[in-house]
């Protein structure tokens, strides 16, 4: 099993970096544009495009476009809390 999250973020928005222990997820950009930094690489993933994150990696997400971004992220075990 598996949770789908839709998100969006205005431009420049960034996620401080931090690690996920109960699950990875993969990210896949719906419009605009996501940069991603690991403890390994920088990608820049616009439309169409993925990124998949194991549990425990460090990371951070931003929206480098200059207009709003979306995403949907895979989240893999399921079970994430509801907001």
């Known amino acids: ?43 820049i993933l616009r439309p ?3 990124f998949f994150i ?3 990696t460090p990371h951070m997400v931003s929206d480098s476009s200059a207009e709003p971004s979306t995403a949907l992220t895979i989240a893999k075990p399921s079970g994430l809390p509801s907001h």
């Open 1 to 43: 099993m598996w949770d789908l999250i839709e998100g969006a973020f205005a431009p420049g928005v960034e996620i401080a970096v931090h690690s996920h222990s109960e699950y990875s997820e993969w990210i896949f950009v719906t419009k605009g544009e996501f940069t991603i930094c690991t403890n390994r690489e920088t990608v």
């Open 48 to 50: 169409a495009k993925s």
């Open 54 to 56: 194991s549990k425990g």
